[in-house]
């Protein structure tokens, strides 16, 4: 029950502007009715393919993740009791740290 606390405040804190000038989530986490929260598809508002393709690549490598579908709204389901959003925000996390990896090697290449 915590965990799911925590997580609702971590996606209620990412917020982007509208042009209107209205405020919308830029994670939206979507549970179809019945299931529990090993099994969530993931909105991205205003991200394109690159992101999410990228972060369904990273998804699946966690040998947790029992099914994972990417469209323009990527859908997990993992093993046993392991909610959704787990590999779903480890999977962000691996995607910054291989970004700042090829990023680093750029500037390197750079200075030679």
């Known amino acids: ?37 090993n099994c969530v598809a993931f909105v991205l508002n205003e991200e394109n393919h690159i992101l999410g393709n990228s972060l369904h690549y990273m998804i699946m490598k966690n040998l947790e993740v029992e099914f994972s579908s990417y469209t323009t709204t990527p859908r997990i389901q993992t093993r046993g009791a392991l ?18 990896h090829v990023l680093d090697k750029f500037e390197a290449s750079r200075k030679k």
């Open 1 to 37: 029950m915590e965990a799911d606390q925590e997580l609702e405040r971590k996606v209620s804190g990412l917020k982007t502007s509208m042009a209107e000038g209205e405020r919308r989530t830029a994670l939206e986490m979507v549970q179809a009715a019945g299931k529990d929260r």
């Open 83 to 100: 909610p959704a959003a787990e590999p779903f925000q480890r999977g962000l996390t691996e995607l910054l740290n291989v970004c700042q």
